[in-house]
C-alpha cells in the first residue's frame, strides 16, 4: 500500500449515472488508495490553485480561498514537530494579514470610486 501524497486528489466527484452537472446526483470516485488511512481520518476540501493548462503562469489565489487555505494551515500545523509548526503557523498569520490589507484596500478603491461619481 502506497502512502498518500500531499497535494494530490483522493476522490473525485461524478455524476453517479452519468447525468448532465445540472441535475444529477452525485458520488464520490476514489482516486487514491485509502486503505492505509486510520478508520475516523476526516479528509478536507482545500482550495487548489489551478494553473489553467499553463504552468508559466498560475492563475493567483483569490482573497476568498485564503481565509481557509489559513484555517487549513492552523489546523494542520498542530501535527507538526517545531520549527516546522511555528514556521506554518507564522504562514497562516501572513496569510491572514495579507486578506485583511487587501480588503482595506480594495474598501479605499470603493470608497474613491464613490467619492468621484457624487
Same mark, same amino acid.
Given at each position: 500500500?502506497?502512502a @498518500? &501524497?500531499?497535494? +494530490? *486528489?483522493?476522490a473525485?466527484i461524478?455524476?453517479?449515472?452519468?447525468?448532465?452537472a445540472?441535475?444529477?446526483?452525485r458520488e464520490?470516485?476514489?482516486? #487514491?488508495?485509502?486503505?492505509?488511512?486510520?478508520i475516523?481520518? &476526516?479528509? %478536507? #476540501?482545500v482550495?487548489?490553485f489551478?494553473?489553467?493548462?499553463?504552468? +508559466?503562469?498560475?492563475r493567483?489565489p483569490s /482573497?476568498h480561498?485564503? *481565509?481557509? %487555505?489559513?484555517?487549513?494551515?492552523? =489546523?494542520?500545523a498542530? =501535527?507538526?514537530?517545531q *520549527? &516546522?509548526?511555528g514556521?506554518?503557523e507564522?504562514?497562516? /498569520?501572513?496569510?491572514?494579514?495579507?486578506?485583511?490589507?487587501? +480588503? +482595506?484596500?480594495?474598501?479605499?478603491? @470603493?470608497?474613491s470610486?464613490? &467619492? /468621484?461619481?457624487?
Amino acid at each position: 500500500m502506497s502512502a @498518500i &501524497k500531499m497535494g +494530490r *486528489p483522493v476522490a473525485e466527484i461524478v455524476s453517479a449515472y452519468g447525468d448532465p452537472a445540472d441535475f444529477a446526483e452525485r458520488e464520490l470516485r476514489m482516486l #487514491a488508495d485509502i486503505q492505509s488511512m486510520p478508520i475516523g481520518t &476526516k479528509l %478536507y #476540501a482545500v482550495p487548489v490553485f489551478d494553473s489553467g493548462g499553463d504552468d +508559466r503562469s498560475p492563475r493567483r489565489p483569490s /482573497t476568498h480561498s485564503a *481565509p481557509s %487555505y489559513a484555517g487549513y494551515l492552523r =489546523r494542520h500545523a498542530c =501535527r507538526l514537530d517545531q *520549527p &516546522k509548526r511555528g514556521a506554518i503557523e507564522n504562514a497562516a /498569520t501572513v496569510i491572514e494579514l495579507l486578506v485583511q490589507e487587501t +480588503r +482595506r484596500l480594495h474598501q479605499e478603491l @470603493i470608497d474613491s470610486q464613490e &467619492k /468621484t461619481h457624487d
